[in-house]
């Protein structure tokens, strides 16, 4: 099968030409101007994901806020499941990039990272 | 239980701001009660901002009386009050030779109000005086000058209040019962007592006669929409540029003014509506601003614009009739003990003091009063640090750090000044009039930027984010919390889905 | 007040462009440089960004917005950039004297080098004149992103969004995952203004619809929007007749348009570009008056901050070139933008080095080129499977090629 979809991997949204099989996967693709298109497009095909950033309430930071980011990406069906299970959960300064602040969201083995430093106030 | 008032005052526009002031000479209890969240936001906080030197209004007329009487004092008035006030001249354009035979009309009008130094100069010498301004000559009107209306509208407010006036803000009037030396006025809140009362209500002026058992006369409120230009291009005139006003019109016609704070004004228009309230602004009539305004100003650009807003005219003559309707300053026979002060439109700005001074003589001579110590002939509402030099300002920021926080790039008005506009004697914590006394997100970005540090400010001043208002009443700026909201379609979503469960077990 | 201070380089603006200069700066060899901020913290308006996306051509993976922040702020650290925060700049000559202002006083720094990285705002109601009554809840995207994301405040439930630009479309995903309704986003244009890859995954993903060719053009409600009347707009850009209906929401989100703001430069004297509204800069990005360059969003609104980033970082090490050796390569190319395209930039170079030129089609084009000529040959041809007016397009053109330039003239255009 032939189809056009746009990698969301980085903002130039490459309209990547994929050619595919069920069986056999993605067996060619053009348009696109880097590497990382070759794994979107497959993921987009077989097993959707987007990354879910939201933020979470902060005690005693700089921030009243913490962004956050699942990491690996979900699956895009689990979006707001994602949201519901992140709403209500506070955490508490300090803060580093990269910390787990919920592990294994949904039991999608992915984990809800922390995107920003909060520092204590 | 009712308070009990000397002077209750309805309506905190400039006028009844005006008189607020001039009665708080005096030991008098005085109250106003103004139906929106401040003061200042009817017709005196939306017009052009000009103190008229009495060329537009009739020899004998009321208009003229308090014009020409206002104008003499409006100087003064604003440098006591700490209100920019700049004489800019003003040039009355006739744009084609047609209309330059009208100059003289116009010139004779204001010789006989006696304006002084009318002057009716050719095409080149106004191109000298504007060069960026077309026309085949004018009539020159060297002494007419600009204030800034609604800072000086909330600096009387603001200095009455400290000499003792209680300004009610919220609170409209929905009846008044009694009489002379005993009226009782319901508001909202409570019941107001007060021996005589001011109708200075504008808009609503004739309700509050009617309420009064007074049926002479009717409001047709007139739409002036008007266009704000960027500072950017502010140079492109030096004084005002008026037309030459359209025939049998109520108006003046559409002019450019420069405002005291270096915008332009394109405007206003004028469309007589059923709804004093209904300030809405239109394509329609942005169009025909630029259009016009652009043949006297070719160099116009709508890039320049900022933002677009309506004032609304509180006229006695309906569209129909059109023509000159007279200020009513007077108490009449059905209604002893008010004053009733119906039709101030322009150039009520120019005539508050005038006007102010005469209640003020009629409250006295039924109340005598003796001179309020409280009463500070000087006052100055909030510091604008952009009018200062960097030497005073570098001195006030060593007393006062936040003078060096700019938290409005474009007006370059700082967190001190947004906190003094915060704690205003009025108690009035919109973020309108947050704008209106310290010209935070008035720039060209409309508080983009400034808009969330103002909201910090507010919120560190004690009001809660629901409690937020872009202008009182029900115009809420924020639901909550991010949270907040989060956990409402959190619950949204558990109920759908039990709904669901039901459904499938039935 | 004191006596000037003293810098090589001072960048004006700590966002993402302002953060790559200044590190840069630093980087390559100059002594004292000096990083303005207005803001209580640099990152610019990353820090409300809380989305991924950021990174892919510099990192080679999707970061927020944060985190991007955090890299480059951590670098100006290292390096040992003064920062200077919660500080604005108040004047700059064209002697480079620039005045600021903080809680601290008011005062000035004397620079060899400075670079204005000050950023862009974004385009408002009055600026397009939207007609109807002035309510609260009238937002600019950005302002929502600021309020949802940095200040924890929601702004309303039922939101219609005008403009499809990219933080308009961002902020129709953010508010949908944070429990907002988003009723359409309406686009003015026949074309999307945000990139493609929004339209999927802020939209598509979520079923929001997007109405082409479609204006706001009433505002109702007295106190708080009521909803807005949504119209159809025909080629002219004319109103058609009888396409008008009314969509009920609480809260109108404006997303049309970034202008930049150039105030720092028009103020001092630079020659600016009628297509970009930034400055003319050439190949080590500097302005018209010497000394003074510009990068970043200020310059030109770009839609991927790698590329604001890798711009700057090159004005930074010039900067700092200028500022220790007075000296820079001479711009004697002139560019042109030729047919097809709005603009390009820079609009001069040295030859003496490689350039990476960035430019903006007028239209959607597929299977084109881009091409590079002098003196009717051409001197680079890339081929562009896809080129929209949203997508910034950017071209390195290798040093060899400037050998046979002609006349010092140089055209870019768009060929089949």
């Given amino acids: 099968m032939n189809s056009t979809i746009i990698c969301i991997v980085c903002p130039v949204s490459c309209p990547v030409d994929v050619e595919w099989t069920q069986e056999g996967g993605v067996t060619g693709i053009r348009n696109h101007l880097c590497k990382l298109a070759n794994e979107y497009v497959s993921s987009e095909l077989f097993d959707p994901r987007r990354t879910v950033t939201t933020s979470m309430p902060v005690d005693g930071g700089d921030w009243p806020l913490v962004s956050v980011r699942t990491n690996p990406p979900i699956p895009k069906d689990r979006m707001l499941e994602a949201m519901d299970e992140i709403t209500g959960v506070r955490v508490q300064a300090p803060i580093h990039v990269g910390d787990v602040l919920i592990a294994n969201i949904l039991n999608t083995g992915c984990d809800v990272i922390a995107t920003r430093n909060v520092k204590i106030a | ?506 | 007040m004191a006596s000037p201070e003293i810098a090589d380089v001072v960048v004006i603006g700590g966002g993402p462009a302002g953060l790559a200069a200044a590190a840069e700066a630093k980087g390559a060899g100059a002594d004292r440089v000096i990083l303005l901020e207005r803001a209580d913290r640099v990152g610019g308006i990353l820090n409300q960004q809380v989305h991924d996306g950021f990174g892919t051509k510099v990192f080679k993976e999707a970061l927020t917005g944060p985190e991007y922040a955090a890299i480059y702020e951590d670098r100006v650290n290292e390096r040992g950039v003064e920062t200077w925060l919660k500080t604005i700049v108040t004047d700059l000559t064209a002697d480079r004297l620039i005045t600021v202002r903080n809680e601290k006083g008011v005062q000035t720094i004397l620079a060899k080098s400075v670079v204005i990285a000050t950023g862009c705002r974004e385009r408002t109601r009055g600026a397009i004149g939207t007609a109807g009554t002035r309510p609260a809840g009238v937002y600019t995207a950005g302002s929502v992103q600021n309020y949802m994301n940095v200040r924890n405040l929601a702004v309303g439930r039922k939101v219609v969004i005008l403009g499809s630009g990219d933080i308009g479309l961002i902020m129709a995903r953010r508010l949908t995952l944070e429990g907002a309704e988003v009723v359409c986003v309406a686009e003015i244009l026949p074309q999307p203004s945000g990139i493609a890859g929004n339209i999927v995954r802020c939209l598509e993903d979520f079923g929001i619809p997007l109405y082409l060719s479609t204006t706001v053009a009433e505002i109702h409600g007295k106190e708080r929007v009521t909803g807005v009347t949504l119209a159809e707009v025909g080629p002219k850009m004319g109103e058609v007749k009888g396409s008008r209906r009314f969509v009920e929401c609480d809260t109108l989100l404006l997303s049309v348009g970034l202008i930049p703001e150039t105030e720092l430069a028009v103020g001092v004297g630079i020659t600016m570009h009628p297509a970009t509204n930034g400055a003319v800069v050439d190949d080590s990005f500097r302005t018209s008056i010497p000394g003074i360059f510009s990068c970043g969003n200020v310059l030109q609104v770009h839609d991927v901050v790698d590329f604001a980033t890798m711009e700057s970082e090159k004005a930074g090490v010039a900067a700092a070139t200028w500022a220790m050796t007075g000296k820079l390569p001479n711009p004697v190319i002139n560019i042109s933008a030729g047919a097809g395209l709005r603009y390009v930039l820079p609009a001069t170079i040295s030859g003496e080095d490689s350039v990476d030129f960035t430019m903006r089609p007028w239209k959607e084009e597929h299977d084109k080129s881009v091409v590079f000529k002098s003196g009717g040959e051409v001197l680079r041809r890339l081929k562009m499977p896809h080129m929209e007016p949203a997508g910034m397009i950017r071209v390195r053109v290798g040093l060899g090629r400037f050998n046979n330039v002609v006349n010092n003239e140089i055209t870019a255009e768009i060929e089949d």
């Fill in chain 2, 1 to 506: 239980m009712s308070e009990k008032y000397d002077v209750a005052i309805i309506g905190g526009g400039v006028v009844g701001s005006a008189i607020a002031r001039e009665l708080s000479r005096y030991n008098l209890k005085v109250t106003v009660l103004e139906r929106a969240a401040d003061v200042a936001r009817g017709t005196s906080g939306k017009n052009s901002g000009v103190v008229h030197t009495g060329i537009n209004v009739p020899y004998g007329s009321v208009k003229a009386k308090y014009n020409v009487a206002g104008a003499k004092m409006f100087e003064q008035y604003c440098a006591d009050l700490d209100v920019p006030f700049k004489r800019v001249g003003k040039v009355i354009v006739a744009l084609t030779e047609a209309e330059v035979p009208d100059l003289a009309g116009l010139k004779a009008k204001g010789d006989a109000n006696g304006v002084p130094d009318l002057e009716i100069i050719d095409r080149a010498t106004l191109k000298k005086m504007e060069p960026n301004i077309e026309g085949a000559g004018a009539l020159n009107v060297p002494t007419a000058a600009i204030a800034c209306p609604y800072s000086l509208t909330i600096a009387l407010a603001e200095s009455a209040a400290a000499a003792g006036v209680e300004i009610k803000l919220n609170s409209p009037v929905t009846s008044i019962t009694g009489t002379e030396g005993a009226f009782e006025i319901e508001t909202p809140n409570e019941t107001v007592s007060a021996g005589l009362i001011i109708n200075s209500a504008g808009l609503n002026s004739d309700k509050i006669a009617r309420m009064v058992n007074v049926h002479r006369w009717r409001i047709w409120p007139c739409r002036g929409e008007y266009i704000i230009l960027d500072k950017r291009v502010g140079n492109l005139i030096n004084s005002m540029v008026y037309p030459v006003p359209p025939k049998g019109g109520g108006g003046l016609g559409i002019h450019i003014t420069p405002t005291t704070d270096g915008n332009i004004l394109l405007g206003p228009s004028a469309d007589y509506t059923d709804d004093g309230d209904d300030v809405r602004t239109t394509a329609k009539i942005r169009r025909q601003l630029l259009r016009e305004a652009g043949e006297f100003l070719p160099g116009l650009t709508p890039r320049a614009v900022i933002t677009a807003y309506s004032g609304m005219r509180p006229k006695l003559v309906p569209s129909k009739v059109g023509g000159f309707g007279d200020f009513v300053i007077e108490e009449v026979p059905e209604a002893p003990g008010v004053m009733q002060l119906v039709g101030i439109e322009s150039p009520g700005l120019t005539a508050s003091p005038a006007i102010a001074e005469h209640v003020s003589n009629w409250v006295r001579e039924r109340i005598p009063a003796t001179s309020n110590s409280g009463f500070q002939n000087t006052w100055s509402s909030v510091h604008r640090t952009r009018e200062k030099t960097l030497a005073v300002v570098d001195n006030l920021i060593a007393e006062d750090p936040s003078y060096g926080e700019v938290v409005c790039r474009c007006e370059m008005v700082t967190k001190a000044e947004i906190v003094d506009s915060i704690n205003n004697k009025l108690g009035a914590t919109s973020l309108n009039a947050i704008k209106y006394r310290s010209r935070a997100t008035m720039g060209r970005c409309q508080g983009g930027f400034c808009g969330p540090r103002i909201v910090d400010l507010l919120i560190e001043n004690g009001k809660s984010p629901e409690s937020i208002t872009l202008n009182g009443g029900n115009s809420w700026l924020f639901l909550g919390t991010t949270e907040d909201l989060r956990a409402e379609s959190k619950a949204k979503r558990a109920k759908q889905k039990a709904d669901a469960e039901k459904v499938e077990a039935k």
